[in-house]
């Protein structure tokens, strides 16, 4: 059974410093692995999706990086503002293929202080 | 539609009464998902639609729940004789097909009281 863990649960950082937040996954075959922003009482946007033949995918700010032999992936925020706290989750398939069925770790809920 | 669309926003209910979840999905995209996310949790699956049919109703926690998408777009969960525990955010996620990028919707909030 597929599990995702992400910790820190939160994390608190300056304005402006660039962080890592880090995703780990028990099953390697995965098909893709995306990564979520949610803010409060708020639905889930999609930030990144990487496939399983990517080692890293970009947009803007966001840098996002798999390492499928490992199980892990890293989502880098370069530059972090404010506007940027909210809680980022990561998904993969639940049964290494499509994704029809998506597990999700509990997220990692980021505040950026002014 | 620009997005996937969840009608209520919030729902009160009270216990043993029955719900309905309304889901509008992205026009064009065959797969939809419907997700559960308790306070703290990350969401949870329920069921998953490609077109009209249930591919996967695996996540569904009992036979209280019941989802449909009859004409391969607009998906309602069902929920009967709800209870406290029932409680959550509702999320639905469509995609253009099973292996392509998820989009959400903004949930809706259920509360059993």
């Known amino acids: 059974k597929q599990e995702v863990t992400q910790i820190p649960a939160a994390l608190s950082v300056p304005e402006g410093e660039n962080l890592v937040l880090n995703c780990s996954f028990t099953?390697?075959?995965?098909?893709?692995l995306q990564w979520f922003r949610q803010d409060p009482g708020k639905g889930l946007t999609s930030l990144l999706l990487i496939q399983s033949s990517q080692r890293e995918q970009t947009s803007g700010r966001l840098n996002a990086s798999l390492d499928k032999s490992s199980g892990r992936s890293t989502l880098y925020i370069a530059a972090s503002q404010p506007g940027d706290s909210a809680t980022y989750l990561c998904a993969v398939p639940a049964e290494g293929g499509a994704n029809s069925k998506l597990t999700f770790g509990k997220g990692i809920t980021l505040s950026v202080r002014p | 539609g620009a997005g996937v669309s969840q009608t209520p926003s919030n729902k009160v209910t009270e216990k043993g009464k029955y719900v309905e979840l309304r889901c509008d999905p992205i026009?064009?995209?065959?797969?939809l998902y419907w997700y559960r996310q308790s306070l703290g949790q990350g969401p949870e699956f329920l069921i998953y639609?490609?077109?009209?049919?249930?591919?996967?109703d695996s996540g569904l926690p009992n036979d209280r729940f019941f989802a449909v998408r009859p004409e391969g777009s607009v998906s309602t969960l069902k929920i009967q004789r709800t209870e406290r525990g029932d409680s959550a955010v509702y999320l639905c996620a469509s995609s253009f097909s099973v292996n392509t990028e998820a989009f959400f919707g903004q949930g809706t909030r259920l509360t059993v009281v």
């Open positions: 639609f490609q077109g009209t049919g249930a591919a996967d």
């Open positions: 026009s064009g995209h065959t797969a």
């Open positions: 099953d390697s075959a995965i098909y893709n």
